[in-house]
Nanobody, 121 residues
Framework: QVQLVESGGGLVQTGDSLRLSCAHS????????MAWFRQAPGKEREFVAA????????YYGDSVKGRFSISRDDAKNTVYLEMNSLKLEDTAVYYC??????????????WGQGTQVTVSS
């Protein structure tokens, strides 16, 4: 059974940087596509970024392109989300997701519990 545990969230100011991590338990992490989503209060869940197995392809949501970067370390079974130039509107709960399928994809089989990111002015 796959389990995902996010970490690295917190309270930061506008313009700051933050790196989220997602630890993936279970076998064969390197075969999984990984993604980050976020959900702000009162809003629908929003796609943030995705990376395929082998790290040959990445995708980003329009609102984070040029500011966020997704990467993975298969030796550590971990995917990262580097967030730069944070804005107030980046405030949300950030979720990690994984799936054995290819990206881009609308749905993922496994989800973490989320980590809160709050950006203040």
């Amino acid at each position: 059974q796959v389990q995902l545990v996010e970490s690295g969230g917190g309270l930061v100011q506008t313009g700051d940087s933050l790196r989220l991590s997602c630890a993936h338990s279970g076998p064969s992490f390197s075969y999984y596509s990984m993604a980050w989503f976020r959900q702000a209060p009162g809003k629908e869940r929003e796609f943030v970024a995705a990376i395929n197995k082998g790290s040959t392809n990445t995708y980003y949501g329009d609102s984070v392109k040029g500011r966020f970067s997704i990467s993975r370390d298969d030796a550590k079974n971990t995917v990262y989300l580097e967030m730069n130039s944070l804005k107030l509107e980046d405030t949300a709960v950030y979720y990690c997701a994984s799936d054995l399928g290819t990206i881009p994809r609308p749905m993922y089989d496994y989800w973490g519990q989320g980590t809160q990111v709050t950006v203040s002015s």
